[in-house]
């Protein structure tokens, strides 16, 4: 586990992407200045450009980044280390359940070679972080169910109220699990006292509280979830108005819908569309495209050739589950496979959310336990036939064929078809850039992959302190006497081989474009040409060669700007 998840972590994947950078200047800003890089020292959130962070995956990076030397390593070495606790975690949890170290070593495998756990493991991610908690909070749990040790059941509901400040889909389920945990296990509640069991829901409620309001009631920054949530789809309406019509029997009149008939009511409405979105969501939770063949369909959030789970994983899928339920009577396995659904719920409650791997990372911690006592069923079946060793190698074989498979395709293909999603391009334009910024008054960057300026921050060495005293208004026109006046996003209109475009080039401007910006293959002396009144600076480049950005200026010639009168081979 420690090795797949450390490996190569500066180049796999190809670069650090825009979440990353933003964790990355929050840690530097915390290790310089004690505050986040807009200024605020609130113990609740640390305070980005568009949104309020959670503060303990900073917290834990903030601890394990002078370690390292890398930049990369910097930002990915405690989600790493974090990675490999979920590992031992999920081991534990095993053999809490099976007293088996076959189980707990099997379960050990599967977390450790897991697409969905490796791939978030080594990206400086709020998801990780959440699962650690979690699988902690079971394993206290369930270590006092057995024990009925008060240290291991005071410390569950530290380890739960804590688990707020990893990750915004913990804003629901930890005040779920607040309440469900007691009310599941009622009895064991009961016979510890009412003083003891309001002792361990005042320990829950005083983490979660204060976080609650500061991040909502108590905070400015609050347009998320209204982008996300299934409640705030504006296709909804459409969808509804559109489905009356068609009841109606006459979609040509846009102005049907808005008398609808008592039977279009019934069947065509918000509140049963929203229904039909969340229970969509839930099954595709489990879809085989999904889990199996392709997984999400973000590139930041999986390696796209392969599912969240091995292939060879859905058939011990099917014996965990029939595992499970040969255990449904034992609390803690029918704990687990409620915490797996109520894990999707926050992930189903958004437009996206049914393939989306980190909103769902709370889905997958029981999900791969059951996985994992599935092989250990099917490894226990085969010890009672005449050749189980036979078959019990046979399976071990296509299970390291399926990691191989999955290490071949993460380590080799992912860096490279999938660099555009991690931002890569902006580490290298922007050193090019400081080698060459003090020859121009001023620097414009394309907002046309990522917003630019949060890259510029972290490669180039702005101090915090700068950002904390500046602020976040970098549009063109917004100066405040400081050397940061002089970089800014750029919003290029029109492609720059339109001459009108190039003739809106100044000699004083270092422009970082992209290939949208400016469509023409500036390669090799045989691709083609540059055009005239533009004097190319730099080529970066994805890893497989294509073009990332252009650094460019405004060709002069004899001090005089040279009119882009015509341009050549500008298609």
Same mark, same amino acid.
């Given at each position: 586990a420690t090795t797949i998840r450390?490996?190569?972590?500066?180049?796999? %994947? !190809?670069?650090?992407?825009?979440?990353? =950078?933003? $964790? *990355?200047?929050?840690?530097?800003?915390?290790?310089?200045? *004690?505050?986040?890089?807009?200024? +605020?020292? +609130?113990?609740?959130?640390?305070?980005?450009?568009?949104?309020?962070?959670? %503060? =303990?995956?900073?917290?834990? +990076?903030?601890?394990?980044? %002078?370690?390292?030397? !890398?930049?990369?390593?910097? =930002?990915?070495?405690?989600?790493?280390?974090?990675?490999?606790?979920?590992?031992?975690?999920?081991?534990?949890?095993? /053999?809490?359940?099976?007293?088996?170290?076959?189980? +707990? $070593?099997i379960t050990g495998l599967v977390f450790a070679f897991s697409p969905w756990q490796v791939h978030f493991s080594r990206i400086a991610f709020e998801a990780e972080h959440l699962l650690l908690f979690l699988l902690t909070f079971i394993y206290l749990l369930f270590s006092w169910f057995q024990t009925k040790s008060l240290r291991f059941f005071y410390f569950s509901a530290l380890v739960l109220g804590l688990s707020i400040y990893t990750y915004r889909t913990m804003s629901f389920l930890a005040p779920v699990f607040l309440i469900l945990t007691p009310l599941y296990f009622g009895k064991?509640?009961?016979q510890l006292g009412i003083k003891k069991s309001l002792i361990w829901l005042f320990l829950g409620l005083a983490f979660m509280v204060p976080f609650l309001y500061a991040t909502t009631i108590g905070s400015k920054d609050q347009t998320r979830i209204n982008q996300i949530s299934i409640f705030s789809d504006t296709m909804v309406p459409i969808e509804v108005q559109?489905?009356?019509?068609?009841?109606?029997?006459? /979609?040509?009149? #846009?102005? $049907?819908?808005?008398?609808?008939?008592?039977?279009?009511?019934?069947?065509?409405?918000?509140?049963?569309?929203?229904?039909?979105?969340?229970?969509?969501?839930?099954?595709?939770?489990?879809? #085989?495209?999904? $889990?199996?063949?392709?997984?999400? %369909?973000?590139?930041?959030?999986?390696?796209?050739?392969?599912g969240e789970l091995l292939f060879i994983d859905i058939l011990a899928l099917v014996f965990g589950a029939y595992y499970f339920l040969l255990k449904i009577k034992d609390k803690r396995y029918s704990f687990l496979l409620i915490l797996l659904f109520l894990g999707a719920v926050p992930a189903n409650l958004t437009i996206d959310g049914a393939t989306h791997a980190p909103r769902l990372i709370s889905f997958s911690g029981p999900l791969l336990i059951i996985v994992s006592l599935g092989?250990?069923?099917?490894?226990?079946?085969?010890?009672?036939?005449?050749? *189980?060793?036979?078959l019990s190698g046979t399976l071990i074989v296509i299970w390291l064929f399926a990691v191989m498979q999955f290490i071949n395709n993460y380590f080799f293909h992912f860096p490279i078809i999938n660099s555009r999603e991690f931002g890569y391009g902006f580490k290298q334009a922007v050193q090019k850039i400081n080698f060459q910024e003090s020859k121009f008054q001023h620097v414009i960057l394309t907002d046309t992959n990522d917003p630019p300026m949060l890259y510029y921050f972290y490669w180039a060495n702005v101090p915090p302190r700068d950002i904390q005293s500046y602020g976040t208004d /970098?549009?063109?026109?917004?100066?405040?006497?400081?050397?940061?006046?002089?970089?800014?996003?750029?919003?290029?209109?029109l492609p720059l081989c339109d001459p009108k475009a190039i003739n809106l080039l100044k000699a004083d401007t270092l422009y970082m474009v992209s290939y949208k910006n400016l469509p023409l293959d500036f390669r090799a002396p045989d691709k083609d040409q540059v055009p005239a009144g533009v004097k190319l600076l730099e080529v970066i480049k994805y890893p497989d060669n294509e073009v990332a950005f252009y650094l460019i200026t405004r060709d002069t010639k004899n001090g005089s700007e040279v009119l882009a009168l015509k341009t050549q081979k500008c298609n």
């Amino acid at each position: 586990a420690t090795t797949i998840r450390f490996v190569k972590l500066n180049q796999i %994947p !190809s670069s650090l992407y825009y979440d990353e =950078i933003d $964790l *990355g200047y929050q840690v530097r800003s915390l290790l310089q200045t *004690g505050k986040d890089y807009r200024g +605020s020292n +609130s113990p609740f959130y640390f305070r980005s450009f568009n949104t309020d962070r959670t %503060p =303990i995956p900073v917290l834990i +990076s903030a601890v394990f980044s %002078p370690i390292f030397n !890398s930049p990369e390593f910097k =930002i990915r070495g405690g989600t790493a280390l974090v990675g490999v606790l979920v590992v031992l975690l999920a081991m534990l949890i095993t /053999f809490n359940l099976t007293k088996s170290k076959l189980a +707990s $070593l099997i379960t050990g495998l599967v977390f450790a070679f897991s697409p969905w756990q490796v791939h978030f493991s080594r990206i400086a991610f709020e998801a990780e972080h959440l699962l650690l908690f979690l699988l902690t909070f079971i394993y206290l749990l369930f270590s006092w169910f057995q024990t009925k040790s008060l240290r291991f059941f005071y410390f569950s509901a530290l380890v739960l109220g804590l688990s707020i400040y990893t990750y915004r889909t913990m804003s629901f389920l930890a005040p779920v699990f607040l309440i469900l945990t007691p009310l599941y296990f009622g009895k064991e509640f009961f016979q510890l006292g009412i003083k003891k069991s309001l002792i361990w829901l005042f320990l829950g409620l005083a983490f979660m509280v204060p976080f609650l309001y500061a991040t909502t009631i108590g905070s400015k920054d609050q347009t998320r979830i209204n982008q996300i949530s299934i409640f705030s789809d504006t296709m909804v309406p459409i969808e509804v108005q559109r489905s009356r019509e068609l009841v109606s029997g006459n /979609f040509q009149n #846009p102005t $049907l819908g808005q008398s609808p008939t008592f039977w279009s009511k019934v069947f065509h409405n918000k509140a049963l569309s929203f229904i039909e979105k969340f229970r969509n969501n839930t099954f595709n939770n489990f879809s #085989p495209d999904f $889990l199996f063949l392709s997984g999400d %369909p973000n590139g930041r959030h999986s390696a796209k050739e392969t599912g969240e789970l091995l292939f060879i994983d859905i058939l011990a899928l099917v014996f965990g589950a029939y595992y499970f339920l040969l255990k449904i009577k034992d609390k803690r396995y029918s704990f687990l496979l409620i915490l797996l659904f109520l894990g999707a719920v926050p992930a189903n409650l958004t437009i996206d959310g049914a393939t989306h791997a980190p909103r769902l990372i709370s889905f997958s911690g029981p999900l791969l336990i059951i996985v994992s006592l599935g092989y250990y069923s099917i490894f226990m079946l085969f010890a009672k036939q005449k050749f *189980g060793k036979y078959l019990s190698g046979t399976l071990i074989v296509i299970w390291l064929f399926a990691v191989m498979q999955f290490i071949n395709n993460y380590f080799f293909h992912f860096p490279i078809i999938n660099s555009r999603e991690f931002g890569y391009g902006f580490k290298q334009a922007v050193q090019k850039i400081n080698f060459q910024e003090s020859k121009f008054q001023h620097v414009i960057l394309t907002d046309t992959n990522d917003p630019p300026m949060l890259y510029y921050f972290y490669w180039a060495n702005v101090p915090p302190r700068d950002i904390q005293s500046y602020g976040t208004d /970098f549009n063109t026109g917004v100066t405040k006497g400081t050397y940061l006046d002089k970089i800014k996003p750029g919003k290029f209109e029109l492609p720059l081989c339109d001459p009108k475009a190039i003739n809106l080039l100044k000699a004083d401007t270092l422009y970082m474009v992209s290939y949208k910006n400016l469509p023409l293959d500036f390669r090799a002396p045989d691709k083609d040409q540059v055009p005239a009144g533009v004097k190319l600076l730099e080529v970066i480049k994805y890893p497989d060669n294509e073009v990332a950005f252009y650094l460019i200026t405004r060709d002069t010639k004899n001090g005089s700007e040279v009119l882009a009168l015509k341009t050549q081979k500008c298609n």
